[in-house]
């Protein structure tokens, strides 16, 4: 009598089993409701616990992949001067820069200059930004500084000296290693790291911001731009780690410097930096992926994604986790306004 039973408990949970995977499965239900497809090759089999999340799943999986198959590069940093024709003079002068193109928005009262190492469709560059009447900006304590590479740091140093610059570090090898470096400011406040180095690709290598939570912001950045951690570096000692992020090798692309000093939550972001622009072919499919990791470890969407007032051109602007903003810039867009 008890093995009847169990026999009859059996089946019937096997019936149930059985059923569920037919109600619950697309792909078997789109086979019985085909009528040409007679022979299927496969069937999928789900455990119950699988069943009511697997098409969330895959969509978000889909998704989570688009930034790595997007056709992404840096394209420039944006930032407030108090005056534009003398930020342009430093820039050309001491530091290399070509003056790359300039637009003036009465509308908007703002005009902006975009200098750098060579023609945007290839180089990064900086979008030097004028809003009427405004002299100074804070440049807040996150803000790192700009990192440019030179073959040669000493005399780098000595022609911007020549110039008047302001020199905040003397060239020397980096504290701990080989490598040469010094610091400069520009008239409006902001950091430039001369960086020593052999083989030079484009000049512009670098952007640092501090952050406050380092593991937080690689999954971000990871995630949302696709980006990968080309170098990671953790000095006890010094109480900081910096990681860092880009699309290519450290030595052959510009790359973002995260640096977390240890306790340090938060930072001030100041009024100057602005931003960084990065290219994509799909600004509405790239803030769907933005809009599912900000909800996973922060961050938020600040600009809806579609064409910009007065100009067209169509972007999506984000902040990070910490509160930095990037803005994704629809790659045949940007070359209309190259030409």
């Known amino acids: ?33 085909d009528s040409s497809f007679r022979t299927p090759s496969r069937i999928h089999r789900h455990t119950f616990s699988s069943l009511l999340s697997d098409s969330l799943t895959r969509s978000e999986m889909a998704e989570s992949d688009w930034p790595k198959k997007d056709n992404r590069r840096f394209l420039h940093v944006v930032y407030r001067v108090g005056d534009l024709e003398r930020a342009i ?31 945007e469709t290839s180089y990064f560059a900086i979008e030097l930004t004028y809003n009427y009447g405004v002299t100074s900006y804070d440049i807040g304590d996150g803000f790192g500084h700009f990192g440019i590479a030179t073959k040669d740091v000493y005399k780098s140093v000595e022609e911007i000296r020549a110039k008047g610059g302001n020199i905040t570090r003397e060239p020397g090898p980096v504290e701990g290693g080989t490598t040469v470096i010094a610091f400069v400011k520009d008239p409006d406040g902001y950091t430039f790291a001369l960086i020593q180095r052999s083989v030079i690709h484009d000049p512009f290598i670098q952007i640092s911001l501090r952050i406050g939570d380092l593991e937080r912001d690689i999954k971000f950045y990871e995630k949302a731009l696709g980006f990968k951690v080309l170098r990671k570096v953790d000095n006890p000692e010094k109480k900081y780690t910096i990681a860092i992020l ?14 977390y000093n240890y306790g340090v939550k938060e930072y001030s972001k100041g009024t100057g930096y602005a931003q960084i622009a990065i290219g994509t072919d799909d600004v509405y499919k790239s803030a769907e992926v933005i809009d599912l990791v900000a909800q996973e470890v922060g961050g938020k969407i600040t600009t809806k994604p579609g064409p910009v007032s007065g100009i067209g051109t169509k ?8 509160g930095w903003k990037t803005v994704l810039v629809d790659n045949e867009d940007f ?3 190259l030409e």
């Open 1 to 33: 009598m008890q093995c009847n039973v169990s026999h009859v408990a059996f089946g019937l949970f096997f019936l149930l089993y059985i059923v569920a995977i037919f109600y619950y499965d697309p792909f078997i239900n789109s086979t019985i409701r």
């Open 89 to 119: 003079k430093f820039y050309t002068e001491s530091l290399g820069f070509k003056l790359l193109r300039q637009r003036d928005v009465p509308a908007e009262k703002y005009s902006n200059a975009f200098v750098g190492f060579g023609h």
């Open 246 to 259: 880009g699309y290519g090798e450290e030595d052959e692309t510009t790359a973002l410097e995260l640096t």
């Open 315 to 322: 972007v999506v602007g984000f902040l990070d986790p910490d």
């Open 335 to 337: 070359l209309k306004e």
